[in-house]
């Protein structure tokens, strides 16, 4: 603002010094008008230059960048849980999409081949109950926890409609679901891995299952456990309520009622 405020006096002195040569009332309202256009337009740029390193700080308080076109607004925030239906299930992550939603159906086919792999439909066992199949249990990347999340809801949703499961204690239809886990992969080198990746599953769909699914699964047999079951059972065995607990049963394949039926 300094050299602003010295060239505006040193015009408005010369201005002063044509009034004194030229004289009369004329000039000297001539010379006024002029003199009140240049502190005007002084008055004008100082106030611009105010306004415009005010706007310019607000990069430091994490605001936006004014140095070319102006940021896009940001994307409006999802909704609430309310809106979605997830305050009836408590600590349900929002990034999970569920049965009820309209989206939910281009979920299910969004997860990768490699994802489908890991849980299946295994059709029913002699007693007419609908069998989920864990093929392969292995070590999931960070990417890979949430995908297999979405893919176990489709999973479980499809058992569900297959057996006219519509709620929680479903009369007529609890103890309907069978899940078959195999643990031939697991080991004493990759076990801690394999098991930290199933919590991350566990407890992302946990929520929305211990509630919705209460009472619907009438055996879960984990086929050929590894001889230090017991440390691995410590992990999970917190995850699960007492009635899904129950249910759980370590089994080898050779000495399992219908061996051969556990190879779908």
């Given at each position: 603002?300094?050299?602003?405020?010295?060239?505006?006096?040193?015009?408005?002195?010369?201005?002063?010094?044509?009034?004194?040569?030229?004289?009369?009332?004329?000039?000297?309202?001539?010379?006024?008008?002029?003199?009140?256009?240049?502190?005007?337009?002084?008055?004008?740029?100082?106030?611009?230059?105010?306004?415009?390193?005010?706007?310019?700080?607000?990069?430091?308080?994490?605001g936006p960048s004014f140095d070319g076109p102006e940021a896009p607004a940001a994307p409006p925030r999802p909704a609430a849980g309310d809106a979605r239906g997830l305050a009836q299930y408590p600590g349900?992550?929002?990034?999970?999409?569920?049965?009820?939603?309209?989206?939910f159906p281009q979920a299910c086919r969004g997860v990768p081949e490699a994802v489908i792999g890991v849980i299946k439909l295994g059709g029913k066992d002699?007693?007419?109950?609908?069998?989920?199949?864990?093929?392969?249990?292995?070590?999931?990347s960070a990417s890979e926890v949430p995908q297999v999340s979405q893919h176990a809801l489709c999973v479980l949703d499809r058992a569900g409609k297959a057996l006219g499961w519509k709620r929680p204690l479903h009369e007529g239809k609890m103890y309907t679901l069978r899940v078959v886990v195999h643990c031939s992969s697991l080991t004493s080198t990759n076990w801690l891995s394999i098991v930290h990746s199933a919590v991350g599953v566990i407890q992302a769909i946990r929520p929305f299952v211990n509630i919705h699914y209460d009472h619907f699964p009438g055996s879960i047999d984990i086929l050929d456990p590894p001889s230090f079951v017991s440390a691995v059972w410590a992990?999970?065995?917190?995850?699960?309520?007492?009635?899904?607990?129950?249910?759980?049963?370590?089994?080898?394949?050779?000495?399992?009622?219908?061996?051969a039926s556990f190879d779908f």
């Open positions: 603002l300094k050299p602003a405020r010295s060239c505006t006096r040193e015009r408005v002195a010369r201005l002063r010094g044509g009034e004194r040569q030229m004289g009369g009332a004329a000039q000297s309202a001539w010379v006024r008008r002029r003199t009140a256009r240049w502190w005007l337009a002084a008055g004008l740029g100082a106030a611009g230059a105010v306004l415009l390193s005010r706007r310019l700080s607000l990069r430091g308080s994490g349900a992550p929002a990034w999970l999409v569920y049965p009820w939603e309209r989206s002699t007693q007419g109950r609908e069998v989920i199949v864990v093929h392969s249990l292995k070590q999931l992990f999970i065995n917190p995850l699960f309520d007492q009635p899904t607990r129950d249910v759980v049963r370590f089994l080898r394949s050779t000495s399992a009622v219908g061996g």
